[in-house]
Nanobody, 127 residues
Framework: QVQLMESGGGSVQAGGSLRLSCSTSGYSDSNYCMGWFRQGPGTGRGGVAQIFTGGGTPYYAYSVKGRFTISQDNAKNTLYLQMNSLKPEDTATYYC????????????????????WGPGTQVTVSS
């Protein structure tokens, strides 16, 4: 059974940085699309970034492009999200997610495509 667990959330002032980690276990397929999502106060859950474990170019939502970097360490079975130049509007619960496949779908990550989810980690950015 695939299990995901996020860590690294916390409180930071605007302009600061955080790095989220997502440890994974129980993978049975060869490759997965891995994604980061977030859900802010009073909003739905939206895709932030995604990356395919088999390689390729990561995808970023417009709101985070140039500030966030998704990466993976396959040897450690860990997914990362480096978040720089944080803004108050980045305040949200952040989730990592995965689905098995031959690649990620193009465009913004869609939560309906992702089969496995972590419980989330809170990020709070103060002005």
């Amino acid at each position: 059974q695939v299990q995901l667990m996020e860590s690294g959330g916390g409180s930071v002032q605007a302009g600061g940085s955080l790095r989220l980690s997502c440890s994974t276990s129980g993978y049975s397929d060869s490759n997965y699309c891995m994604g980061w999502f977030r859900q802010g106060p009073g909003t739905g859950r939206g895709g932030v970034a995604q990356i395919f474990t088999g390689g390729g170019t990561p995808y970023y939502a417009y709101s985070v492009k140039g500030r966030f970097t998704i990466s993976q360490d396959n040897a450690k079975n860990t997914l990362y999200l480096q978040m720089n130049s944080l803004k108050p509007e980045d305040t949200a619960t952040y989730y990592c997610a995965a689905f098995p496949g031959r690649d990620c779908w193009s465009g913004d990550p869609d939560e309906r495509d992702f089969a496995y989810w972590g419980p989330g980690t809170q990020v709070t950015v103060s002005s």
